[in-house]
């Protein structure tokens, strides 16, 4: 394959990140359609939270698509990619996580500190990720941000596994390294009380890189595959169909398990957490596979450039749907329902409130987040990303071929 070929942008792609987006948002308020549902399927969509192993993939597919073939361990290669992903990830994260604060401050809202003494440490822990690996604060600040410190944990192990896998032919052994030095982490550390770090199995399996890193691995895989075979093939299987199958049967073995206290979903049981860490993103790169291979009526729609913008602007979605900024629009829809009460009172009138109803609020709510993600992707992210870019941060800038993605 050719090096233009190799660095084309897959818009597909792009929007199976608003696809994962939306059902991370889904899992997270599931409890909404129990009322009127069997139970079920509550717990069918609580498990939505599936989104997450999709970017985690994702992520381990695309950073070897990009950077597996011109990699090089030396300090210039390493100073331009991280300045790449440091363009990508952190300024909207920075942000959003100090706004939290700045929430925090005003509001004193204990979801963003979990009763911590030290909001200022604590928000010096969530801005440099390290929250991540403290069981007593994984879900503080942004709670859903814990998967950056996964995602910044792959970021700086790729080229580590670039490297063994190509100069020493040692590819497979590394998630199994991995995963055991989690365990041996969890036996030292579990019996000592420091904040929660690598503080129990569950959180460490579900809720860090050492126990999720085999997603990643597998869209290394899959990336690795793809730039020795290329995007042709003679077999007539239908992965984009098949994957999107086995991926929600994956889900529905998880919406099975009787979650077990303090946890709330069924992934974070024995069964959940394997069927999730090495089915599901098995699953999820056959999936993959057919969106990169294959001419599907839902390749075409996840490209379509609505849903590409969506899928762009989908990082800010996953980090402003729930915690403080979801929670000022729920407190003004509640507020302006009172008030529609209220003038009915005064006005004598039995008459219904177009938000009394939680469905069509979250519906409202999942709407508007959609019109402020894709206004601060335009208007901050996106300028922010070129502008990094383009800087001498880390290392000085030099312009790419035409055609060529960072």
């Known amino acids: 394959m050719s090096q233009k070929s190799l660095q084309n942008y897959i818009p597909a792609l792009t929007g199976v990140r608003a696809m994962a987006a939306y059902l991370v948002f889904i899992s997270h308020f599931a409890d909404v359609f129990d009322g009127g549902f069997p139970h079920i399927i509550q717990r069918f969509l609580g498990e939505f939270h599936i ?79 390290v929250r991540g690996f403290f069981y007593q604060y994984w879900d503080s600040g942004i709670a859903q941000g814990w998967s950056l410190t996964v995602e910044e944990c792959f970021y700086f192990s790729a080229p580590i596994i670039f490297f063994i896998a190509k100069k020493y032919n040692k590819f497979y052994i590394q998630p199994v390294i991995i995963t055991l030095f989690a365990i041996v982490m969890v036996f030292i550390f579990r019996d000592i009380n420091w904040h929660g770090f690598f503080g129990n199995f569950t959180f460490v399996l579900v809720f860090t890189f050492f126990g999720r890193c085999f997603e990643f691995f597998v869209g290394v895989q899959l990336a690795r595959y793809v730039l020795k075979n290329g995007f042709t093939r003679t077999n007539k299987i239908s992965f984009t169909y098949g994957g999107f199958v086995l991926i929600f049967v994956c889900v529905f073995v998880m919406a099975l398990q009787q979650p077990i206290a303090p946890w709330i979903a069924g992934m974070e049981t024995p069964i959940g957490i394997i069927t999730n860490n090495y089915f599901l993103c098995v699953m999820v790169a056959f999936f993959f596979y057919g969106i990169l291979t294959e001419e599907t009526i839902f390749k075409k729609l996840l490209a379509t450039p609505f849903v590409e913008l969506l899928g762009k602007s989908s990082y800010i979605f996953y980090l402003i749907h729930l915690g403080w900024m979801y929670n000022i629009l729920r407190n003004n829809i509640n507020h302006l329902n009172d008030y529609i009460f209220t003038l009915y009172d ?61």
């Open 51 to 129: 989104g997450v192993s999709i970017f985690f993939v994702l992520s381990g597919f695309l950073i070897t698509f990009r950077y597996y073939h011109s990699f090089h361990l030396t300090t210039d290669w390493f100073k331009q990619y991280l300045k790449n992903r440091v363009a990508r990830i952190y300024p909207m994260y920075f942000l959003l996580t100090v706004a939290a604060f700045v929430y925090y401050f005003i509001t004193k809202d204990q979801a963003i500190t979990k009763g911590s003494s030290n909001p200022i440490g604590l928000m010096i822990m969530n801005i440099t990720f």
């Open 346 to 406: 005064k006005w004598q009138k039995d008459w219904i409130s177009p938000f009394q109803y939680d469905s069509l609020n979250l519906l409202i709510i999942f709407i508007v987040l959609n019109a402020v993600s894709i206004c601060l992707f335009k208007l901050i992210e996106e300028p922010l990303n070129h502008y990094i870019r383009k800087s001498d941060f880390l290392i000085k800038y030099k312009p790419r071929p035409k055609g060529i993605e960072d």
